[in-house]
């Protein structure tokens, strides 16, 4: 599989098509996913033909398994976010907010980063086989694409606690009765109720529509400012969590297939 085809993007009417095509791997994020997501992303901000974003996976097991971990080990953090282009954070979209409306199409389990990619859509559409949920305190890390304020926001706070503490997955049907997702699907219908809303939201006037979306989102110059402080709280977090033991012995164990041996250090 050449580096083009994972991300793939195809134009239908004045909605564009974005598909994560890497089912073999989970459809995990590596940094050419990153990059190609992220201009997908400038594509659809900067031209005005294109009046919403339609997010799918291929493969109907996991829409996304999160960072590559092969990638992460073989090249560090650049193999999952390149730093010339790490502002636009996590798989490319988690800190770049666009001006067009984005409709996620979640077709498998959307765990940790999933998750967080979710949250950065402004609509969801659900496969029924769908679970969601921030597992990273099971590897000695914190969900560091947003996943901890967003859900908080996105979902009554006790649950979206439940869910960040216990690391438990949620279902589809559970996340569509706190709201984190708008609709609950069969999986072979996923993609073109997806597409349908999209094209809905197209029908829209298309200045308005982006207009409105800026506004309900707090968008300022390509940046949520009020997301601020909680983004620097969380690097600053990931910093000291990257040289602990517990991160080194939690992603060791998930590789491993065993179970964690914790020391707190």
């Known amino acids: 599989m050449s580096d083009q085809d994972v991300v793939l993007t195809e134009r239908r009417g004045h909605v564009l098509l974005v598909t994560l ?14 990059t190609l997501l992220g201009e997908a992303w400038e594509l659809a901000d900067g031209d005005e033909s294109i009046r919403a974003v339609v997010l799918t996976a291929a493969g109907s097991g996991t829409f996304c398994g999160g960072a ?4 992460l080990g073989t090249r560090g953090p650049d193999g999952v976010t390149p730093p010339e282009t790490a502002h636009w954070g996590f ?3 988690t800190r770049h907010p666009i001006s067009t409306p984005i409709v996620v199409a979640v077709t498998g389990n959307a765990l940790g980063g999933g998750t967080e990619i979710a ?14 949920g921030l597992p990273e305190v099971h590897r000695g890390l914190i969900a560091g694409a947003g996943g901890l304020f967003r859900l908080v926001d996105a979902i009554p706070r006790a649950i979206a606690m439940e869910l960040i503490l216990t690391g438990e997955p949620m279902s589809a049907d ?16 996923v993609l073109d109720t997806a597409l349908r809303l999209a094209e809905t939201i197209a029908a829209g006037a298309p200045l308005a529509i982006r207009a409105s979306k800026v506004i309900a989102r707090g968008i300022v110059d390509g940046r949520i400012p009020s ?9 600053r977090a990931l910093a000291q969590l990257s040289t ?14 065993r179970e964690p041996r914790w020391t707190g250090r």
């Open 244 to 257: 602990s033991s517990d991160t080194v012995e939690g992603i060791m164990a998930f590789m491993e297939k």
């Open 21 to 34: 095509n890497r089912p073999a791997a989970a459809n995990s994020v590596n940094a050419e996913v990153h």
């Open 227 to 235: 997301e601020a402080s909680a983004w620097e709280e969380t690097d």
């Open 174 to 189: 559970d996340a569509a009765r706190w709201g984190l997702v708008n609709r609950v699907v069969e999986p072979d219908a």
């Open 91 to 93: 798989a490319g979209v």
């Open 68 to 71: 590559d971990l092969k990638a």
């Open 119 to 132: 949250l950065s859509g402004d609509v969801v559409i659900a496969s029924t086989t769908a679970r969601f």
